[in-house]
């Protein structure tokens, strides 16, 4: 879990220091999702939590945490696993090819001015020049059709 959440912040924030990619991310992703998934886990998380007879202590509050957080993953088929599997690759494809993207506006003077998406909505929200909150705003328009 800890290395999807490191993989996560340093792709998401394009981390210069350390070892990110969305070829990382999706496989940390991956391997958390198997874990969660997993039976056995399930299972086993049940087995010690019907062992437990106090049921205000911390550790069948964690038992009953993992349990639920299990059942939330499972998938009912290998079919159903696949397809999220697959869904997953093509996540971290668009994830790779959106984080490589170059967004910007034009400003006042006529100069392309580099932004990530939350820029671009500050900008529209509130450049004074018709112009530039224009700029801004085609260019987060030109996400939705990279993507679609």
């Known amino acids: 879990h800890e290395s999807f959440e490191d993989q996560f912040w340093g792709t998401k ?4 220091d350390g ?3 969305t070829n990382l991310l999706s ?6 999702e198997d874990l969660l998934s997993d039976p ?7 087995t010690h939590r019907e062992k437990i007879s106090d049921e205000g202590s911390d550790l069948t ?7 639920r957080t299990c059942q939330c993953n499972e ?9 999220r599997e697959k869904t997953n690759e093509i996540e971290g494809k668009l994830e790779k090819a959106r984080n490589e993207m170059t967004l910007g506006y034009t ?4 100069e392309f001015v580099s932004g990530s998406s939350v820029a671009l909505r500050t900008i529209m929200r509130t450049n004074t020049n018709e ?6 705003y085609e260019s987060l328009r030109s996400i939705g059709k990279f993507v679609c």
């Open 13 to 16: 924030m394009a981390l210069k």
């Open 19 to 21: 070892e990110y990619s």
């Open 27 to 32: 496989k940390t992703k991956k391997e958390m």
């Open 40 to 46: 056995k886990v399930l299972s086993e998380a049940k």
């Open 61 to 67: 509050k964690v038992l009953d945490v993992i349990i």
């Open 75 to 83: 998938f009912p088929t290998a079919e159903a696993k696949a397809v």
């Open 107 to 110: 400003n006042e003077k006529g």
């Open 131 to 136: 112009n530039v909150r224009k700029s801004a």
